[in-house]
């Protein structure tokens, strides 16, 4: 198509060299002691392993520059592995290169496309089959027969649907409700507005019944973290502002975004970072989303104190907490 | 005749008796494979899955794939008496009481990394050289659904162990399944039996990475294999290569002993990383719970893009009758990835498209003859590349001082930018190797030696280059862009002008080429 | 306390406690006991304070103000405490070698002696967070290594990372490794909460947590390479890196060399 211009020649495949192990008997001799060395490395890296396995306790500890004080066992134990395997591979691979043939062999590709007349003859059986079959002409058959195969695909979607229960509400709601202490997390104590000082944070959690255990497909929607700031810092409207105690402010630690725990409150900048996809909210701003890929700020828990002093929820999450769903308002 | 040979002919006579095996045996014996270094990527890929099966089934002799709550009473100190789930416990008993676990346990982890790293490669290769032209393009989207059925096998197998990196990376699985319009919060409670984490996921997943994807690899790689046996290896251009031939060593015994030896190579090399480099350190990460985040919290090398590309993704949700769509996790998540995986896959179609050759090919072509292909791979490449430097923003910011906010708006800016700009940077280098190989061919090799001329003038003496030489560097096909006249023989408008128009566009861009040095060109210039 | 520290940033009552506090230094004995675990007489004490004011007044007020009161470009000292002096002077965070986002951890400019006597008399003129004696620094009778794990991960390794490596924040600043950080200085961070770390009340973690989580931080920094080089304990990132240079650089290598002709 293209080579209408007379191209440069193929000068063909050039001459074969010979190696000096196919004219030097030394050579091949030489070559022949290499690989069984290599495969003798290879014995030696076993007894390695099996050395370490047996008589190198899993406590011990050897310096290695670089690696540093590591545990003898699983170094000696690994790199006897590995020598065991390395070293049979590096003495095949040197066996073929050296000794065995190396004379490039020259075969013919085949074309892929069949003979017309092969072609022909699928056609004709495929078509004689098909019209033995009755497959052009009962029409009833090959309907019901769709229809039953498109329905038997449905079987396994429908004896799939037990895998869980519907979402409900579930994704709405926590175990945060009115009155509900908010606990340390871990400890379990509950918190009075006077153990934060000014630019202390808390991670919390609801309280639940003494010996209840936590679930934590619970933790992963009740994780509170607690801040306080002076009150004068926030820059919230009356009905946010009136969510806080005395400085202290409380968000949902699940990221809106994709839930991952949002807990690097940077004090000085009164901003909160989430590790996962550096979302940054400003806490100050009811956790405004100030950089990064979400979209909403995180919900902040509405708290108060009750008669004993100690922190409680005010009232229940006014929107649900983490990443968003289809069924999400807003 | 010895004993042994003896014995070996009855062997074979009584096999081939009953499935008339020798005759097959005989034909592939002498198959011929071409030796490259590039041609043993996929290899290390294949390799690397034999070497996870392999120690992966040590792994399940005593992983105990449970989310049920255990106290922790192992030998590790600094965890014990903690509430953990048994798969986080057994992995660490696997870790510190099982002599070679902590081994196996590296090694398979590194075996996986290196798996996809050689997919990955090995995908270079194939894309760069042409090797997915016809026939190849069957195998080439089996390729593309090794490497996707790979990032989804390898995150279930960074998962199972339940420590809190893993179960980071599960929390945003799951947000990327809740956030799918209509069906998003149905289906991640059927996949997680309830609300997140639950207790079903990883027995679930367990039974998917150890069974049912480890058999649609199996099963794809068996039909990967035998097309390549069965359509020959291609190979690189060179003197007494043609499309009609394969030039190499044969199956036995020389192919089989490099072959054979370079599989324990790789199992070598991988026991040597699972002896001196710690992975996946799930002791010092700890158990998963919802509550608790390491910073710097990453998934593997082969998702890492994909975080990235989550990561700088705009704030972006819509909410329209009471309803979410979170344009932040979609477009990142599913969209984008969506489109760059089926275009991959699509290539070969595409390209034959743009250039109209529907011929086979079993010569490979070399990247810089091929300069729009080339420079596309680079470009997407680049595209990932970025995505990926933004995947370790903060490791990368904190080791290099810098700033994460600068590397997002870096790579917010770069990754429009930056692939373009790669775009045309390697085409224009593709087509300076063109012109100088054509200079090559026409004036030979410089020397470094200069002579004076009997004027006084210095010029460098160059060497004609070899016969070998000039065929390799102008044996390429080059084709004109096709002719595509809107208005056909009999003077009518063809239909679908606008298609023909971008298909001519493209298929001149396609062609873009230095014209190669010819037989006349090479006569002219001697007798000059 | 926490009105105090509420009210301590506040202009006015500056000199009100600057005078309240020399009142009292007759009371705050156990303040400058703390830092040495032995009881110092009076004129000691008052001989530190001059020692700590002469240093104050040559390395700090530059910044910080005659009266701690603070500048532009520093924070008022008022009431921060002898810890946060013992803790920023101690690691050689101050005196500030350059302004950045960040002032880093380096080599400490003053002594021992200078950093108490510093401490004593920042301490002497307003109260706040007191430098813990080692009989409450003794981690390894107090804490337990486990619960220290379960509460670092809860509440620093979102910021220090998973092994106390340390991790980064926004525009630049960064949590830094918590990995040979003295008790004291560790106990103190958690109280002060220097810079961009919050505090950590005692209440919601008690001392005894405290220990418990100094601790685990020790233990993690004694622990050997238990799966070979360490990569830096920073997760992935550094694993992935090493795939693609050692790995595939080994493999490849071997690749080549199997490819080659022998001679």
């Known amino acids: ?91 095949a691979i040197h066996w073929a290169k050296t000794l065995m043939p190396d004379e490039e062999v020259i075969i013919q590709r085949h074309e892929f496309r069949s003979e017309d007349e092969d072609r022909a003859d699928l056609i004709a059986t495929a078509k004689a089959g098909a019209a033995a079959a009755g497959l052009g002409r009962r029409s009833l058959i090959k309907r019901s027969l769709a229809l039953s195969l498109g329905l038997v695909g449905l079987s396994p979607l429908i004896l799939l649907r037990d895998l869980g229960p519907l979402p409900g509400d579930e994704l709405k709601k926590t175990s945060w409700k009115a009155g509900t202490r908010l606990v340390t997390d871990p400890g379990d104590r509950p918190i009075r507005a006077d153990d934060l000082e000014v630019g202390a944070v808390a991670q919390t959690l609801p309280q639940i019944g003494e010996g209840v255990h936590r679930k934590l497909s619970d933790i992963g929607k009740d994780a509170v973290l607690l801040i306080r700031l002076r009150p004068e810092e926030f820059n919230l409207d009356a009905e946010r502002l009136s969510w806080t105690h005395e400085g202290i402010i409380a968000f949902s630690k699940i990221c809106s975004h994709m839930g991952c725990a949002v807990a690097l409150y940077e004090q000085q900048t009164k901003h909160l970072l989430c590790p996962c996809h550096q979302s940054t909210f400003d806490v100050t701003r009811a956790a405004k989303v100030i950089f990064g890929p979400s979209a909403r700020p995180l919900p902040q828990l509405a708290i108060t104190v009750d008669s004993e002093g100690y922190l409680i929820a005010k009232q229940p999450f006014s929107e649900p907490v983490g990443p968003s769903f289809w069924e999400r308002s807003s | 005749m010895t004993a042994s040979e003896r014995i070996a002919g009855t062997v074979a006579n009584y096999v081939d008796e009953r499935t008339g095996a020798a005759k097959w045996m005989k034909k592939n014996l002498t198959k011929v494979f071409p030796d490259h270094w590039s041609f043993l990527l996929g290899e290390i890929a294949l390799y690397s899955f034999v070497i996870l099966l392999l120690s992966g089934t040590f792994l399940t002799f005593w992983f105990d794939p449970s989310q049920r709550e255990v106290i922790y009473d192992g030998s590790y100190a600094p965890l014990k008496g903690l509430e953990m789930s048994a798969a986080y416990a057994s992995t660490l008993d696997i870790s510190f009481e099982i002599r070679g676990g902590l081994l196996m346990r590296q090694i398979h982890h590194w075996a996986a990394l290196i798996f996809m790293a050689a997919i990955v490669v090995h995908l270079m290769r194939v894309y760069f050289t042409g090797a997915f032209r016809k026939p190849r393009e069957f195998n080439w989207i089996i390729g593309v659904g090794l490497l996707t059925l790979g990032i989804v096998e390898g995150f279930l197998g960074y998962s199972l162990p339940d420590d809190l990196l893993s179960g980071t990376g599960i929390r945003i699985a799951e947000a990327i399944i809740q956030a799918l319009p209509v069906v998003g919060s149905y289906l991640a409670f059927f996949t997680f039996g309830g609300a997140f984490p639950g207790e079903a996921f990883i027995p679930r997943i367990y039974t998917v990475h150890v069974l049912l994807l480890p058999g649609a690899f199996l099963a794809l790689i068996t039909v990967h294999l035998m097309l390549v046996w069965y359509q020959k290896h291609t190979q690189y251009p060179g003197p007494g290569r043609t499309e009609k031939n394969v030039v190499g060593y044969p199956l036995f015994p020389v192919y089989m002993a490099k072959a054979g030896g370079f599989f324990f190579i790789v199992f070598g090399v991988t026991a040597f990383l699972g002896a001196v480099a710690s992975i996946n350190p799930i002791w010092l990460y700890g158990p998963y719970t919802p509550g608790q985040i390491s910073a710097g919290s990453q998934p593997d090398w082969y998702m890492g893009w994909l975080d990235g590309l989550v990561r700088m993704a705009p704030p972006l949700e819509t909410y329209l009758f009471g309803r979410t769509i979170s344009w932040n996790i979609l477009i990142p998540g599913l969209i984008v990835p969506g489109i760059l995986f089926t275009g991959m896959a699509l290539y070969p179609f595409i390209e034959s498209w743009m250039t109209g050759d529907k011929r086979e090919h079993h010569l490979l072509d070399r990247p810089r003859n091929a300069p729009n292909r080339t420079a596309l791979g680079v470009m997407s490449l680049t595209f990932m590349l970025v995505a990926l430097i933004n995947g370790g923003n903060d490791i990368i910011a904190i080791t290099f001082d810098l700033s994460i906010n600068q590397i997002m708006w870096f790579s917010r800016i770069g990754i429009f930018v930056l692939p373009p700009l790669a775009f045309v940077i390697t085409k224009r280098l593709c087509l300076s190797l063109q012109r100088a190989d054509r200079d090559l061919v026409l004036h030979g090799r410089e020397t470094g030696r200069l002579v004076m001329m009997p004027h006084g003038e210095f010029v460098e003496v160059h060497e004609p280059i070899s016969p070998e030489k000039a065929w390799l560097l102008t044996q390429h096909e080059q084709n004109p862009p096709l002719a595509l006249e809107e208005i056909d023989l009999r003077g009518v408008r063809r239909p679908g002008v606008l298609k023909n128009k971008l298909r001519a566009r493209l298929s001149k861009a396609h062609a873009v080429a230095i014209p190669k040095v010819t037989a006349e060109d090479l006569k002219a210039i001697e007798n000059h | 306390m926490k009105r105090l520290s509420q009210f301590r940033r506040h202009r006015i009552v500056a000199p009100l406690l600057l005078v309240l506090a020399l009142l009292s230094i007759g009371t705050t004995f156990s303040i400058a006991g703390a830092a040495t675990g032995e009881p110092i007489t009076a004129a000691e004490r008052s001989a530190l304070i001059d020692e700590g004011q002469r240093i104050f007044l040559k390395g700090c007020s530059s910044c910080h103000g005659i009266n701690l009161e603070g500048s532009a470009i520093a924070p008022a000292l008022i009431g921060v405490g002898a810890a946060s002096v013992d803790f920023q002077v101690g690691t050689g965070r101050m005196p500030v070698a350059d302004m950045s986002v960040q002032i880093a951890r380096k080599d400490p400019v003053y002594n021992e002696k200078q950093v108490e006597a510093l401490a004593v008399y920042v301490a002497s003129l307003a109260l706040g967070p007191e430098i813990p004696g080692e009989e409450h620094l003794n981690y390894e009778r107090d804490g337990s290594t486990a619960e220290g794990g379960e509460l670092f991960r809860t509440n620093c390794a979102m910021c220090h990372n998973f092994a106390g490596q340390g991790g980064a924040l926004t525009q630049g600043k960064y949590a830094p490794t918590v990995m040979g950080v003295k008790a004291r200085h560790i106990y103190e961070v958690m109280v002060t909460g220097p810079q961009s770390m919050p505090v950590f009340s005692d209440k919601t973690i008690t001392p005894e947590e405290k220990l418990s989580i100094i601790k685990w931080i020790k233990a993690a920094e004694a622990e050997p390479q238990l799966g070979g080089a360490s990569l830096g304990r920073v997760g992935p990132v550094t694993e992935g890196l090493l795939v693609w240079t050692l790995g595939l650089g080994l493999l490849v290598g071997v690749a080549v060399w199997l490819a080659m002709k022998a001679r």
């Not at chain 1, 047996?54 to 004080?69: R, S």
């Not at chain 1, 545990?71 to 070293?87: E, K, R, T, V, W």
């Open chain 1, 1 to 91: 198509m293209s080579n209408e211009i007379e191209a440069i020649k193929d000068p063909g495949l050039p001459a074969h060299v010979h190696r000096r192990a196919d004219t030097d008997p030394k050579a091949a001799l030489k070559a022949e002691r290499q690989v069984a060395i290599l495969f003798l490395l290879s014995a030696l890296g076993t007894l390695t392993l099996i050395g370490s396995y047996f008589f190198i306790p899993q406590d011990a500890f050897i310096f290695f520059p670089v690696l540093g004080n590591t545990n003898a066992h699983q170094l000696f134990l690994g790199l006897g592995m590995a020598a065991s395997l390395f070293f049979i591979g590096m003495g």
